[in-house]
């Protein structure tokens, strides 16, 4: 996974793979475990060494301490102990294991080929090796697949199910469908929606690649503005979001886009972008958009502003750097340097998604955090 927390380094990459007890297990974890420094301080405190900052090795830790019981009972009892989000796949001996936390804050499904099933975070990774989706993994669920087939076990919980809106807005891949719901058809809906609520004149729609370019498309079809591609994408860099410094994330932007002035020049352009968080990377594309000739630059986010961070594996910086949670739509125009900026109402984003309000954790835009933030995380 990306780093969320515990840091950057060669020891906390994944899957964790270890030798217990003559039994090889490997594990990977996406998601952010909220009371690891409780967790961790007490087995420390018994004696109990650790060799990353991760918090995927707790997971282990705990997991392997009752494993003698059996992987159900030994994922039911670590399931009691952490709180925050998980989705996990685990190898042990001839198994393989999938486990989604009791919100199913992050994605996990299954797939099926000829020969095996397969476990994944998105879906588009079992097109990617010819699987068939077979469906989701429910929230608390846990799935154990060995050479007799698929079992399920829940864990017992009367937690509600809060699946990330984000992983729509920005963070999972346009060709998944997640526990239903298409991310591709989410985001052009959510583009539709913003030009019905943040309708301008304007002479070009394009959108920043890639998770602002089917919002983008949305935009255009609803406003019947023309749709262009005004920023090119260098292929060989990665999602600038995810670099793990704000350093590193400012120098990406100019080296992944690059303008098209031949379809920039002299116009009045939208741009859409999937979210802005800490308006850094916003101004930089204002003004690269500018100085390939653009009249007027008016920017449209395809999610709500965001006002606070995520505990739960987004790596969302905290409130005093989020420009949505100290500034005015008007100052936050003024200091991203557009012409105009528009978000998309959170009533719109779900409405976007076709799901449920109470489906979604939607924290970073409204700070109803469905589990609770420890006060020394
Ligand atoms: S706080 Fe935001 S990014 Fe984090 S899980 Fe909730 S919706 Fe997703």
């Not at 039911?76 to 998980?86: D, P």
């Not at 985001?187 to 913003?194: C, E, F, L, S």
């Not at 594309?285 to 500018?290: A, C, E, F, S």
């Amino acid at each position: 996974r990306y780093t969320t927390a515990g840091g950057s380094n060669i020891k906390n990459a994944q899957p964790f793979d270890v030798l217990y007890k003559n039994m090889q297990i490997a594990l990977a974890h996406n998601g952010n475990i909220v009371n690891v420094k409780n967790i961790k301080g007490i087995l420390e405190d018994s004696g109990v060494v650790f060799n990353t900052t991760s918090d995927t090795e707790l997971i282990l830790n705990l997991f392997a301490r009752n494993i003698k019981y059996g992987e159900v009972f030994a994922i039911k009892e670590l399931c009691q102990l952490i709180s925050g989000s998980y989705a996990l796949t685990i190898t042990l001996g001839n198994k393989l294991i999938g486990v989604r936390d009791v919100n199913g804050l992050r994605p996990l499904c299954i797939g099926e080929n000829s020969r095996t099933y397969v476990i994944a975070s998105e879906s588009c990774a079992l097109d990617a090796i010819g699987a068939n989706f077979v469906r989701d993994v429910e929230p608390g669920e846990i799935v154990i697949i060995d050479e007799d087939g698929l079992h399920s076990y829940k864990i017992d919980t009367s937690a509600e199910r809060k699946m990330c809106i984000f992983e729509y807005v920005y963070f999972a891949r346009p060709d998944s469908v997640i526990d239903g719901i298409s991310v591709y058809k989410s985001r052009y809906n959510a583009g539709k929606i913003m030009a019905r609520e943040n309708p301008t004149d304007a002479d070009i729609v394009i959108g920043v690649p890639d998770s602002g370019i089917p919002a983008a498309i949305g935009y255009a079809k609803e406003s019947g503005i023309g749709y262009g591609i005004g920023l090119i994408k260098n292929k060989y860099i990665g999602r600038t979001f995810i670099q793990p410094s704000q350093k590193m994330r400012e120098e990406g932007v100019a080296i992944k886009l690059n303008p098209l002035r031949d379809v920039l020049e002299g116009k009045r352009v939208i741009i859409i972008d999937d979210s802005i968080v800490r308006g850094t990377t916003s101004q930089k594309l204002v003004k690269i958009i500018r100085d390939a000739g653009a009249k007027e630059v008016h920017l449209r986010s395809a999610s709500p502003p965001v006002i606070s961070g995520c505990y739960y594996g987004v790596d969302t910086p905290s409130k005093e750097h989020l420009i949505a949670a100290n500034m005015s739509i008007n100052e936050i125009t003024q200091a991203v340097g557009a012409d105009s900026v528009g978000y998309i109402s959170l009533e719109g984003l779900i409405k976007a998604t076709g799901g449920s309000g109470c489906d979604f954790c939607k924290a970073c835009f409204d700070e109803k955090y469905p589990i609770t933030i420890p006060h020394n995380i």
